[in-house]
């Protein structure tokens, strides 16, 4: 299996990430070294059943909050003094937002880091969580939905779209040109209703740099297995 090798082979597989921060102008000027530093899980819901699908965990954070108010993005968050690592704080963060408990984790291996325009140095941990282990309950104070995606639609390019916002809408006064993935499902906190949900940012930034990376280890591993 892929992430099997990538969690395994240090070097495999060889690729190049697309996008290592925001193209927004930053609020005040951010270097890796300044910003502070914060995990995601990419969490990939499956079981062992070689016909399941992974399904994507993502989450539409509530109105009130004081950075990406409403704007769907991983289970996550800043790290903690008492984190011993980017997957501690992942993983932590998962728990406490979305109920996920840390027992139903694996964690598979990280993209790199990502620079966002608010000032955070983003590690994006992917993990496979465990469908039959997990059961999902949401901090309301901070996620007013859980939902899930089918990973082939977000790792399909076909889903990718190019989006532009004007100069003159923009609060920097420049064009600026971000990816977005519109996805129509049903949250699992409002069973029934479906809705849309506006993958963009630095969660389809991210989103975008899993799909190179998986696509280089598909064709590294295709290649190695044909000449083998």
Not at 45 to 54: I, K, T
Not at 128 to 144: C, I, L, N, T
Not at 191 to 202: C, D, M, S
């Amino acid at each position: 299996m892929l992430f099997d090798r990538i969690e395994s082979e240090a070097d495999f597989p060889l690729w190049t990430p697309e996008l290592l921060r925001d193209r927004r102008r930053p609020v005040r000027p951010v270097t890796p070294e300044t910003a502070t530093p914060a995990s995601v899980l990419i969490g990939l819901l499956g079981s062992e059943r070689a016909d399941d699908s992974l399904q994507v965990v993502l989450t539409k954070r509530t109105a009130d909050l004081s950075t990406h108010a409403g704007q769907v993005s991983f289970p996550g968050g800043r790290a903690e003094p008492s984190d011993a690592s980017a997957e501690q704080t992942a993983i932590r963060e998962a728990s406490e937002e979305i109920g996920l408990d840390p027992a139903a984790v694996r964690v598979w291996g990280r993209l790199p880091d990502y620079l966002t325009a608010t000032g955070f140095r983003i590690s994006p941990v992917i993990a496979w969580v465990d469908a039959q282990a997990a059961a999902f309950e949401h901090d309301q104070r901070e996620v007013a939905e859980i939902f899930h995606v089918p990973l082939s639609f977000l790792m399909d390019p076909a889903n990718h779209q190019i989006r532009l916002l004007p100069a003159e809408r923009s609060p920097t006064g420049e064009l600026i040109r971000f990816y977005a993935m519109p996805y129509q499902g049903e949250a699992l906190t409002s069973p029934g209703q479906t809705q849309e949900f506006f993958i963009w940012g630095a969660t389809a930034s991210m989103l975008r740099n899993l799909y190179h990376l998986l696509w280089a280890a598909w064709n590294q591993h295709r290649g190695m297995a044909v000449r083998g």
